[in-house]
């Protein structure tokens, strides 16, 4: 039966309810859950992309006066947190969410209230931090937030009381989806799913959990001791009182060196399904590809002090960091090599995803070259806090995360919408975005090495810096424009783009078997997986003959999951007339994150002196929590069968 | 409930568990996953204390006196350790007591024949043990807390008072929330009985509960015993 998808199907409820905006309050389908982290996300990538369209206009020549230093200071803080923890880690979530069940076969994750939970905290959590910057108290002190600096006596006022309180927030969310996504990968995969078969994003993301469980937690506390200094007079960030100037650096960046291995490894999962699809051969050196990820999770937790190297650690610290960090060099270098060779002898296919996926390659190579030249600490001295630096990061965060990103939602769209993109507009979208990005942050390795220091409001003439922030500052205009091309072709192609047939791009993992979009079941019957490639094992055997096939895995899970071998499914039916009970959507986990922030608010009220409100404020807040956590917990997940 | 609600529909195999690709109960995953963030949140609160260790610019200190100048007053070293000891005994007999409750009630449907099989097998009793035991421990916590306030030992007196109150109270409110958790468990058993299908319910309980008693085993060895 052919299906033409004419308007997305999400899962439903009991009662057949499809759409309206109670089925998206109470849903508890990751694939819907997938769609309102993409939205969100979107929405505050935009509002960052807005933040640095201002600084580049502030920028843009000498002594400019378009705002003021404390704006300034509010405007990049905003730009680092906004794009960092509310666009790209939740675009990141949208793909675990939505792909991760199917990819391994699956009808969802292990926790669908859970999940439904994270996504309304990073909702709240995020209007939470940026809705300060409209009356002037957002966070001010760098999205890293350097202690003494960020102590009460150093920056009075709510600012900074904003950023710890919603990082704090984010990272309940990221730590919730983390338990979730590892039970789900460890747990629900289909029969003869076994790890080396997984495809490559579902493993990057499986890597990501493990680097999200074990670094939110140190930001959890460095957060915590800045809470309770600014809030309760302790004395862990007080140099007076004996502090450590550094403890702050040191907890952060424990944490903050495997979060930016947190932004990267999905973008590095999404370019892995994207390459070989559109090469029509496998990838090149699967188990190296797994394994360099594992190591760069791994060895990601041992750099953290190259982000010190100018303040003073010594001789051997700097050393042994310098020796780690050009050791991270490597498993990264190895997956541009086998991305490179997976092209080569390929038959090339440039959808818009292949090229932003090859765009990828080339622009984290940059990157990463000046990544490793920050690995000697005698070069990174020059280089710390100028805008070479912010080449760099720039380089791997957009040329290397977005470009992922990009790639995954042109890739990945007509899965999710059950339309195509518009190719055309995505070259333009492309071309643009590669020429942009370039303009914008290649000329910072100049102005960097020069001496333009970083976070500064202005400049003087004739320091050699006014050419490159000219050519900055255009480059980032014409990001504008080539972002509002993809804005435009996202939401045009969602009601009027080309109905999308179930497998597009001819791919080779299972979430291509079934309808475009999914049912609401995903899978009528679970399928028996006996390679890596199991929809080419179908379709174009000859790809696939080098690797092992073989019944591993089966076993008595056949008959326990009542699984039936690969299959494509093109119907579209309803889970009732299958027999497939689903969760009952509910309303419980988005009021335990309302409470949440409800008693988080309250803590502002009391750096106010407004004890009442700061107290009515926590009691309410505790109260919903407790109250629906309760009722959530007592409730079943699925009504009896 | 079931060991992965959204694979329920598949036919159960022959434990009576529905498929999951380890065998294993996706809560008891998740507890693990969550258990090893929570080691990750102790040991930056250990790893800070440690570094703050002896870097107090005035007194009460943990195991010196302090004598003017560098404080008013003569003080004595401000950790009592044969109390903490003590409270560290009731902690860790709270996990046998853990440990009998989770047996009591997955045999609950055994036979009892002797007096001592219906004591070992009372799941409500080794509950409330383990709850009083907790609860116990948080007493001898709240009892140290103030005495060293009077003391002149505050959260903000100086970097130990800061690291030391921070850390054995984020220990602290973890036991607590356990007490609560055991507390609402044995309620459940009060109100319809916990029968050996709830055993994963109490085993998750159970790992969290021993984490934490870990956790303390490494405080009062860091914090107390090593000088």
């Given at each position: 039966m052919a299906t033409v998808a004419v308007s997305p199907t999400y899962a439903g409820t009991e009662s057949g309810e499809h759409t309206g905006l109670w089925s998206w309050l109470t849903t508890v389908d990751h694939k819907r859950i997938g769609v309102l982290y993409l939205y969100t996300s979107l929405f505050f990538f935009l509002f960052g992309g807005l933040e640095a369209v201002i600084i580049r206009a502030q920028l843009?020549?000498?002594?400019?006066?378009?705002?003021?230093a404390e704006m300034f200071n509010q405007l990049f803080t905003m730009h680092g947190t906004t794009m960092v923890f509310l666009a790209i880690m939740p675009l990141s979530a949208a793909f675990f969410n939505f792909l991760i069940p199917l990819q391994i076969g699956?009808?969802?994750?292990?926790f669908p209230r859970l999940n439904a939970f994270s996504y309304w905290v990073y909702l709240f959590g995020g209007l939470f931090i940026t809705l300060p910057i409209f009356f002037n108290a957002?966070?001010?002190?760098?999205?890293?937030?350097?202690a003494p600096l960020t102590t009460r006596q150093f920056s009075p006022g709510l600012h900074i009381d904003f950023w710890v309180l919603g990082i704090q927030i984010l990272g309940i969310s990221s730590l919730a989806a983390a338990f979730n996504f590892i039970t789900t990968i460890v747990?629900?995969?289909?029969?003869?799913?076994?790890l080396m078969r997984m495809p490559m994003f579902t493993w990057m993301s499986f890597v990501v959990q493990f680097l999200v469980v074990l670094a939110f937690p140190v930001i959890t506390i460095a957060l915590f001791f800045l809470q309770f200094d600014r809030f309760?007079?302790?004395?862990?960030?007080?140099i007076g009182a004996?502090?450590?100037?550094l403890l702050w650096q040191h907890l952060f960046w424990i944490f903050g060196h495997p979060e930016v291995y947190i932004l990267i490894l999905p973008a590095f999962g999404l370019v892995s399904e994207v390459l070989p699809t559109n090469s029509k051969k496998?990838?090149?050196g699967y188990p190296v590809m797994v394994y360099s990820g594992i190591l760069i999770g791994f060895l990601?937790?041992?750099?953290?002090?190259h982000h010190m190297f100018?303040?003073?650690?010594?001789p051997i610290a700097d050393t042994v960091f310098g020796l780690t960090t050009l050791l991270i060099g490597i498993p990264t270098g190895v997956k541009i090599f086998n991305w490179i060779f997976t092209m080569w002898g390929g038959s090339i296919r440039f959808t818009t995803a292949m090229k932003f996926a090859i765009g990828l390659v080339a622009l984290f190579t940059i990157g990463g070259i000046s990544g490793v030249s920050h690995a000697a600490p005698p070069a990174d001295l020059q280089q710390t806090d100028t805008y070479y630096i912010v080449a760099h990061f720039h380089y791997v965060l957009f040329g290397g995360s977005i470009m992922g990103i990009f790639a995954g939602i042109y890739h990945y769209f007509p899965k999710m919408f059950g339309r195509m993109m518009s190719e055309k507009l995505g070259n333009w979208h492309f071309w643009l975005n590669f020429i942009a990005m370039n303009l914008t942050f290649f000329p910072m390795h100049f102005s960097g090495l020069l001496g333009?220091?970083?976070?500064?409001?202005t400049y003087d003439a004739g320091q050699g810096w006014d050419t490159f922030n000219l050519i900055s500052s255009i480059g980032a205009f014409m990001l504008v424009l080539s972002t509002a091309i993809f804005v435009w072709n996202f939401f045009r192609s969602k009601t009027h783009g080309a109905p999308a047939p179930d497998n597009p791009w001819d791919a080779?993992?299972?979430?291509?078997?079934?309808p475009s979009p999914p049912?609401?079941?995903?899978?009528?019957e679970i399928p028996l997986v006996e390679s890596r490639y199991p929809l080419w094992d179908l379709t174009h055997p000859e790809r696939t003959s080098e690797i092992p096939h073989t019944?591993?895995?089966?076993?008595?899970q056949e008959k326990a999951a009542d699984a039936k071998p690969v299959h494509i499914e093109r119907d579209r039916r309803s889970a009732k007339e299958l027999g497939i009970p689903m969760p009952t959507p509910t309303i419980k986990p988005l009021f335990v994150a309302a409470g949440i922030i409800v008693m988080l608010s309250g803590l502002i009220f009391i750096h106010k002196d407004n004890k009442t409100a700061a107290f009515s404020l926590i009691a309410i807040g505790a109260a919903m929590i407790i109250g629906f956590i309760y009722a959530w917990v007592t409730t079943p997940l699925e009504p009896e069968h | 409930m079931s060991a992965s609600p959204a694979l329920d529909h598949i036919e159960a195999g022959p434990h009576g568990h529905h498929y999951t690709t380890t065998g294993l109960d996706s809560r008891k995953i998740a507890v693990w996953a969550f258990i090893g963030s929570e080691c990750m949140l102790f040991a930056s609160l250990i790893s800070t204390y440690l570094i703050y260790?002896?870097?107090?610019?005035?007194?009460?200190f943990p195991h010196e006196p302090c004598s003017p100048p560098v404080c008013a007053t003569a003080l004595k070293p401000i950790l009592n350790i044969p109390v903490t000891s003590a409270s560290t005994f009731v902690l860790l007999m709270s996990s046998l007591a853990m440990v009998l409750a989770l047996a009591a009630v997955e045999n609950r449907n055994l036979p009892k024949y002797t007096l001592g099989d219906r004591i070992l097998g009372s799941s409500k009793l080794w509950l409330w043990m383990t709850c009083i035991l907790g609860a116990t421990f948080l007493g001898f916590q709240s009892y140290e807390f103030t005495s060293f306030v009077h003391e002149g030992?505050?959260?903000?007196?100086n970097l130990f008072g800061s690291s030391f109150f921070t850390l054995t109270g984020f220990h602290g409110a973890h036991v607590t929330v356990g007490v609560i958790w055991l507390g609402t468990l044995l309620a459940i058993d009060y109100k319809r009985g916990l029968e050996p299908g709830d055993a994963i319910n109490v085993d998750i309980a159970a790992l969290y509960w021993h984490f934490v008693d870990v956790v303390w085993i490494a405080i009062f060895t860091l914090v107390y015993l090593i000088k």
């Open positions: 843009m020549g000498p002594n400019k006066t378009l705002v003021s699956a009808r969802d994750v292990a957002a966070p001010d002190g760098g999205w890293f937030g350097y747990n629900m995969r289909a029969p003869g799913m076994n309760f007079g302790t004395n862990f960030y007080e004996g502090g450590d100037p496998p990838l090149f990601g937790f041992g750099v953290w002090a100018s303040v003073g650690m010594g333009m220091p970083r976070r500064i409001y080779a993992t299972l979430e291509w078997s079934i049912p609401e079941y995903n899978f009528a019944h591993e895995g089966w076993g008595d | 260790k002896g870097r107090s610019v005035v007194g009460p030992l505050s959260i903000r007196t």
